[in-house]
């Protein structure tokens, strides 16, 4: 069984800073790429940014420059540290995770998701 669980989520206003943490647990082998995605009300699940366990990252454009992404192979733990927050920011943030299991099965598992709302 394997968890991914979210937190740091919550209320901000614009302009504000958020720093989400998303930590695995159970019997995992190795974790390749970690994730973190969103979803807006009306719309679909969109890519925010992803992280290689070499630390390469890729981001979505709208976040270049406010978010950061980071992971502690360590913890099997990924962060997305937010800045300068915006409206259009407010969703449910999901992170994801590329593994492979201690039987050597690999597969991708999400996380329940947290909410970020940002709003003066």
């Known amino acids: 069984q394997v968890q991914l669980v979210e937190s740091g989520g919550g209320l901000v206003q614009p302009g504000g800073s958020l720093r989400l943490s998303c930590a695995t647990s159970?019997?995992?082998?190795?974790?390749?790429?970690m994730g973190w995605y969103r979803q807006a009300p009306g719309k679909q699940r969109e890519l925010v940014a992803i992280?290689?366990?070499?630390?390469?990252?890729n981001y979505a454009d709208s976040m270049k420059g406010r978010f950061t992404i980071s992971r502690d192979n360590a913890k099997n733990t990924v962060y997305l540290q937010m800045s300068s927050l915006r409206p259009e920011d407010t969703a449910v943030y999901y992170c994801?995770?590329?593994?492979?299991?201690?039987?050597?099965?690999?597969?991708?598992?999400w996380g329940q998701g947290t909410q970020v709302t940002v709003s003066s």
């Open positions: 994801k995770a590329d593994l492979i299991l201690g039987n050597m099965v690999s597969g991708h598992y």
């Open positions: 992280i290689t366990k070499n630390g390469s990252t």
């Open positions: 159970g019997s995992i082998f190795s974790i390749s790429t």
